[in-house]
């Protein structure tokens, strides 16, 4: 299985200051049909996980343009350029390259 | 509005089944590849189970494969995961998800505890 590794697991934060988390895979997530399948979720304290970005960079509907993901191959990151309170929760990158599907370890993000 | 709603949670002892549903709507059912993620108490987020909204194949972790069972009834809009054979560490809230590449709509959850 693909291992996904999450670095800082804990993320205290200043508001307004930015935030960087890094993912990096155990394989590179390039699929056959040229697309890299790496997802950024976010889960707040008592709710369900919320997707924020897919295929590395792309935001969802809704999301505020403060999230941001990037990078390729096996080394991925998700940045929040001002972090907000409403951002504290955990941040999770999941793979959907390789099967079976697999999630990091969970980055929690609090303000300081 | 797209929604997941799942449901047949709850307390079984090890060893035993369980059959947990998700009602789908909002959006053709049918077309779409469907997961299964599980969340035990405290603890990260495991992709469990996925099928293809296309033919139908099904992919399985590690942990629960020869165990669980995901499932498609699109005439019904549901999806279905039948749990056998259930040990302690399959205790978890229990997410039906939109997809297998991109997992876009989650449900709420439902909670399945195995104890004796």
């Known amino acids: 299985d693909v291992v996904m590794t999450q670095s800082p697991l804990s993320l205290p934060v200043t508001l307004g200051q930015p935030a960087s988390i890094s993912c990096r895979s155990s394989?590179?997530?390039?699929?056959?049909?040229?697309?890299?399948?790496l997802n950024w979720f976010q889960q707040r304290p008592g709710q369900s996980p919320r997707r924020l970005i897919y295929?590395?960079?792309n935001r969802d509907s809704g999301v505020p343009d403060r999230f941001s993901g990037s990078g390729s191959g096996t080394d991925f990151t998700l940045k929040i350029s001002r972090v907000e309170a409403e951002d504290v929760g955990i941040y999770y990158c999941m793979q959907a390259t390789h099967w079976p599907r697999t999630f990091g370890q969970g980055t929690k993000v609090e303000i300081k | 509005e797209v929604q997941l709603l799942e449901s047949g949670g709850g307390l079984v002892q090890p060893g035993g089944s369980l059959r947990l549903s998700c009602a789908a709507s909002?959006?053709?059912?049918?077309?779409?590849?469907m997961s299964w993620v599980r969340q035990a108490p405290g603890k990260g987020l495991e992709w469990v189970t996925g099928i293809s909204g296309g033919d139908g194949s099904a992919y399985y972790a590690d942990s629960v494969k020869g165990r669980f069972t995901i499932s498609k009834d699109s005439s019904k809009d549901m999806l279905y995961l039948q749990m056998n054979t259930l040990r302690g560490d399959d205790t978890a809230l229990y997410y039906c998800?939109?997809?297998?590449?991109?997992?876009?709509?989650w449900g709420q959850g439902t909670t399945v505890t195995v104890s004796s």
């Open positions: 295929k590395v960079s």
């Open positions: 998800a939109r997809g297998t590449y991109g997992l876009d709509v």
């Open positions: 909002g959006f053709t059912f049918s077309t779409y590849d």
């Open positions: 394989q590179s997530l390039v699929y056959s049909d040229g697309n890299t399948y």
